[in-house]
C-alpha cells in the first residue's frame, strides 16, 4: 500500500468528523465492529522515521480509503469475520489529519458517527461497499506525529 493511499484515507476520513466534541456512544453506533478491540490494538510508539510500509493489502481491504498524505500504513491485520485493521502513522499534525480524514467522503467514504477530544477522534464511517470505523491519535512517543488506524469490512 503507498503512503498516498494513507494519506488519501486518512483525510477522507477527517473531513467527515462531526464537529463537536463528545456528544454520542461512538462505540454503541459501531454495531457489531469490535470498537473496544480496535482501540487495544493501536501502535502509538512507532514514529514515521521507523515505519516500514506494508507492500500489499489483503483482498477485501478498502485500498481506495483515502489517508493522509504521507502515512506510512506499517501493518494490517486481519481479523477474520471481524474484518481488517491497518494502523499508520504519519508526521501531519493531529488537527490536519482530523480534517483529511473526515474529507474521505469525497471518496465515498461517509462518517456516520464520531467523536473528537483533544489527543483522539474517532468515527464509524460507510461506503464503497465497507463499513468501519478510524481512530486518530496524537504520537504517545513522537512529537507532532499521529497515529491512524482503519477498521474495515465488507458491507
Not at 480534517?99 to 469525497?106: G, S
Not at 465515498?108 to 474517532?122: N, P, R, W
Amino acid at each position: 500500500m503507498t503512503a498516498r493511499l494513507g494519506v488519501a484515507a486518512v483525510a477522507v476520513a477527517l473531513l467527515l468528523l462531526p464537529t463537536a466534541c463528545g456528544g454520542g456512544d461512538s462505540d454503541a453506533d459501531a454495531g457489531d465492529l469490535d470498537a473496544g478491540s480496535f482501540s487495544a490494538a493501536a501502535d502509538t510508539g512507532t514514529c514515521v522515521k521507523d515505519a516500514t510500509a506494508v507492500t500489499a493489502t489483503p483482498p477485501g481491504y478498502p485500498a481506495r480509503f483515502p489517508f493522509p498524505a504521507g502515512t506510512v500504513v506499517f501493518n494490517v491485520e486481519d481479523r477474520g469475520a471481524d474484518g481488517m485493521i491497518a494502523t499508520g502513522v504519519t508526521a501531519t499534525p493531529f488537527d490536519d489529519v482530523l480534517a483529511a480524514m473526515n474529507a474521505a467522503e469525497k471518496s465515498g467514504f461517509a462518517v456516520t458517527s464520531g467523536e473528537t477530544e483533544e489527543d483522539d477522534a474517532e468515527a464509524n464511517w460507510s461506503g464503497n461497499g465497507f463499513v468501519g470505523r478510524w481512530a486518530i491519535k496524537k504520537s504517545a512517543s513522537c512529537p507532532g506525529e499521529t497515529v491512524i488506524q482503519l477498521l474495515s469490512k465488507r458491507a
